[in-house]
């Protein structure tokens, strides 16, 4: 039974940091502390699952568990998740996420639960026709297509090849720091990556979530684009809160899938 009113807690599993709050959905805010633990250096689904039974048990929480993952959600394994171990590949791996004991995890790339988060919450909801298109900037880029009011899941567009390599690689919020990438410097390897999306995809409005909303007006501002584009309204709490709206949908029916 889902219910906005009701709250939920949602895990953002990041290459570096996994992070969780309960939310308050009916306001789209945070309801707790958020509660953190670091991604284990194997980030092993076992080791994964455990940590966020800590981030579970520190917040008091015994139901369901919105998890966004940094990869795409394959059935029971997860593909392209180049921040995490290669063990989330073999077939059954997401299974380790029934957490806590009994309770399901509910899934989705942590992408298009920040996508989720604003199309429920922030300006990607305000056009219901036409395209949004979310990109998030941390350890790699993520992308979710917000297409007339609903999540197209899994977009993955980070890993269009430009032609000075993946543009999630040489763009990223990872590039941006270990680089020590001026503003200008990013712009100038960020452009051909929004060019080619306006090109193919003809988005009517752009959508800048994970570190880079931070740091919104030096960084996003430096882009030629044709349509606007805003930082996410959550912030770096977009996957957060996301994945505890996943929980809420998973119970109508909608993009995101349940570990039985
Ligand atoms: C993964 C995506 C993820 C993005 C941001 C990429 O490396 O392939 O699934 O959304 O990183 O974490």
Same mark, same amino acid.
């Given at each position: 039974?889902?219910? #906005?009113?009701?709250?939920?807690?949602? $895990?953002?599993?990041? %290459? *570096?940091? =996994?992070?969780? !709050?309960?939310?308050?959905? @009916?306001?789209?805010?945070?309801?707790?502390?958020?509660?953190?633990?670091?991604?284990?250096?194997?980030?092993?689904?076992?080791?994964?699952?455990?940590?966020?039974?800590?981030?579970?048990?520190?917040?008091?929480?015994?139901?369901?568990?919105?998890?966004?993952?940094?990869?795409?959600?394959?059935?029971?394994?997860?593909?392209?998740?180049?921040?995490?171990?290669?063990?989330?590949?073999?077939?059954?791996?997401?299974?380790?996420?029934?957490?806590?004991?009994?309770?399901?995890?509910?899934?989705?790339?942590?992408?298009?639960?920040?996508?989720?988060?604003?199309?429920?919450?922030?300006?990607?909801?305000? #056009?219901?026709?036409?395209?949004?298109? $979310?990109?998030?900037? %941390? *350890?790699? =880029?993520?992308? !979710?297509?917000?297409?007339? @009011?609903?999540?197209?899941?899994?977009?993955?567009?980070?890993?269009?090849?430009?032609?000075?390599?993946?543009?999630?690689?040489?763009?990223?919020?990872?590039?941006?720091?270990?680089?020590?990438?001026?503003?200008?410097?990013?712009?100038?390897?960020?452009?051909?990556?929004?060019?080619?999306?306006?090109?193919?995809?003809?988005?009517?409005?752009?959508?800048?979530?994970?570190?880079?909303?931070?740091?919104?007006?030096?960084?996003?501002?430096?882009?030629?684009?044709?349509?606007?584009?805003?930082?996410?309204?959550?912030?770096?709490?977009?996957?957060?809160?996301?994945?505890?709206?996943?929980?809420?949908?998973?119970?109508?029916?909608?993009?995101?899938?349940?570990?039985?």
């Amino acid at each position: 039974m889902s219910d #906005d009113s009701v709250p939920q807690l949602g $895990v953002d599993v990041g %290459g *570096t940091t =996994i992070k969780g !709050a309960v939310v308050n959905l @009916g306001a789209g805010e945070l309801a707790s502390g958020i509660h953190t633990e670091p991604t284990p250096p194997t980030a092993t689904p076992g080791d994964v699952a455990a940590a966020i039974g800590r981030i579970a048990a520190a917040a008091g929480w015994p139901g369901p568990v919105g998890v966004a993952l940094p990869g795409v959600i394959d059935g029971s394994s997860l593909r392209h998740a180049p921040n995490l171990s290669r063990a989330w590949e073999a077939d059954g791996a997401l299974e380790c996420l029934r957490v806590p004991e009994g309770a399901n995890a509910v899934l989705i790339n942590d992408a298009d639960a920040a996508g989720l988060a604003e199309l429920t919450y922030g300006d990607a909801g305000l #056009d219901r026709d036409g395209l949004t298109i $979310v990109l998030t900037f %941390g *350890t790699g =880029i993520g992308s !979710a297509l917000l297409h007339n @009011g609903d999540l197209i899941a899994n977009s993955e567009l980070g890993g269009l090849v430009g032609s000075n390599g993946r543009f999630e690689e040489i763009a990223s919020g990872r590039a941006i720091s270990s680089e020590e990438l001026t503003p200008v410097e990013w712009a100038r390897r960020a452009q051909p990556f929004f060019d080619e999306l306006e090109a193919m995809l003809n988005p009517s409005r752009w959508v800048v979530g994970g570190g880079l909303s931070e740091n919104f007006d030096r960084f996003a501002s430096r882009l030629k684009l044709s349509k606007p584009i805003s930082a996410a309204h959550l912030g770096v709490h977009a996957g957060i809160v996301g994945a505890a709206v996943a929980v809420s949908r998973a119970g109508r029916g909608s993009p995101s899938s349940a570990v039985k």
